[in-house]
Nanobody, 124 residues
Framework: QVQLVESGGGLVQAGGSLRLSCAASGRAFVGKAMGWFRQAPGKEREFVAA????????YYADSVKGRFTISRDNAKNTVYLQMNSLKPEDTAVYYC?????????????????WGQGTQVTVSS
């Protein structure tokens, strides 16, 4: 069974940092691009970042460039999202996802497998 399990969300003050982790089962992870998406209340789900299987290709939403960093450890079947200089507008449920390639995730806001989400709240 395919599973993606996020952790690391929480409450942080503006300007602070959080690191999200996503642990994946083997089938979901091997050969797959991985990504992070988020959805704020009353808004559509949006793309945040994506990374290719080998880690050589990454994409970021303009709103998080220079503040967020996506990385992966294939030996641990885990993908990370380091979030620095957090802003109140970053408040959302963050979802980990696995898909065929990074460009599909970025352009279609779509993936094959999704985690259950973790809440990130940034206070002003």
């Amino acid at each position: 069974q395919v599973q993606l399990v996020e952790s690391g969300g929480g409450l942080v003050q503006a300007g602070g940092s959080l690191r999200l982790s996503c642990a994946a089962s083997g089938r979901a992870f091997v050969g797959k691009a991985m990504g992070w998406f988020r959805q704020a209340p009353g808004k559509e789900r949006e793309f945040v970042a994506a990374i290719s299987w080998g880690g050589g290709t990454t994409y970021y939403a303009d709103s998080v460039k220079g503040r967020f960093t996506i990385s992966r450890d294939n030996a641990k079947n885990t993908v990370y999202l380091q979030m620095n200089s957090l802003k109140p507008e970053d408040t959302a449920v963050y979802y980990c996802a696995a898909g065929p390639n990074t460009r599909t995730m970025r352009d279609r806001v779509d993936a094959d497998y999704w985690g259950q989400g973790t809440q990130v709240t940034v206070s002003s």
